[in-house]
C-alpha cells in the first residue's frame, strides 16, 4: 500500500505567522485527507480534497492537489497557539476493491506555534 | 467532535495477562478501524469491519484479535500481553456510504503499558 509522507517533520513559528506543511505519495488516490492530532489525543477530520479538485479552503485552512506530482500542501494562515498539534495527511487506496475504505497515514508534521 | 469513545485511556500491566480495548460508538457507522500508533510516528491500520459480523486484519501484522457482534461496538482483545505490544491504540468509524470520500472519527485512544 502507499503511504503519504509530509515534510517538514517538524515546524515551529511565531503566532500571526502561515504555516505550510507538505504531503507526498505515491500512487493514483480517489481522496487525500488532513487531520490534526493533538498531544495525548486521537485524530480530528481537518479537510477533505477529491481527485479531480486542485484547491479547497475551510476557515483559516487552505489545501491544494495536485495529482501529476502526487503532492499536497496544508496551509494555515494566521497561526495561533491553539494550532499547536500534529498534522497528518492519509490517502485512500484506489481500486483496491475490498480494501478501498482504507487510510493511510503518512509520519506527520509537528507544528509548534509559539505565543 | 465525534461521539466514538474508548476505554481505558491508560493501561500499565504485567507481561501474559489477557487484555481487552473497548470502543464504542454512537454514530450508527457501519464501518470500524483500529489503529496502532507509537509515539510521534504515523497510524498503522491493525484491524477494521465493516459491518456486524465482519473483520479483517489490516496491513500491520497484529496479534490481537477483534470482534464485531454489535454495530456499535468493536473490542480488541490481546490474549497474552508483551513488551512489544506497548503503544497506543486507536479506535476510529466512519459513515455507510459507498466510496471512500467519508472522513473518519477517531477516539482518544489507550495509551497501553506491558511491564
Known amino acids: 500500500s502507499q503511504q503519504g509522507e509530509e515534510d517538514p517533520q517538524a515546524l515551529s513559528i511565531q503566532e500571526g505567522e502561515n504555516a505550510t506543511m507538505n504531503c507526498s505519495y505515491k500512487t493514483s488516490i480517489n481522496n487525500l485527507q488532513w487531520y490534526r492530532q493533538n498531544s495525548g489525543r486521537g485524530l480530528v477530520h481537518l479537510i477533505l480534497i477529491r481527485s479531480n479538485e486542485r484547491e479547497k479552503h475551510s476557515g483559516r485552512l487552505r489545501v491544494t492537489l495536485d495529482t501529476s506530482k502526487k503532492s499536497s500542501s496544508l496551509l494555515i494562515t494566521a497561526s495561533r497557539a491553539a494550532d499547536t498539534a500534529s498534522y497528518f495527511c492519509?490517502?485512500?487506496?484506489?481500486?483496491?476493491?475490498?480494501?478501498?475504505?482504507?487510510?493511510?497515514f503518512g509520519k506527520g508534521t509537528k507544528l509548534s506555534v509559539i505565543p | 467532535e465525534a461521539d466514538i469513545y474508548q476505554t481505558p485511556r491508560y493501561l500499565v500491566i504485567g507481561t501474559g495477562k489477557k487484555i481487552t480495548l473497548e470502543c464504542s460508538q454512537t454514530m450508527g457507522h457501519d464501518k470500524m478501524y483500529w489503529y496502532q500508533q507509537d509515539p510521534g510516528m504515523e497510524l498503522h491500520l491493525i484491524h477494521y469491519s465493516y459491518g456486524v459480523n465482519s473483520t479483517e486484519k489490516g496491513d500491520l501484522s497484529s496479534e490481537s484479535t477483534v470482534s464485531r457482534i454489535r454495530t456499535e461496538h468493536f473490542p480488541l482483545t490481546l490474549e497474552s500481553a508483551r513488551p512489544s505490544h506497548t503503544s497506543q491504540y486507536l479506535c476510529a468509524s466512519s459513515e455507510n456510504e459507498r466510496g471512500s470520500y467519508q472522513p473518519q472519527h477517531f477516539g482518544d485512544g489507550t495509551r497501553l503499558s506491558i511491564l
Open positions: 492519509a490517502t485512500d487506496d484506489y481500486g483496491s476493491g475490498a480494501g478501498s475504505y482504507q487510510l493511510t
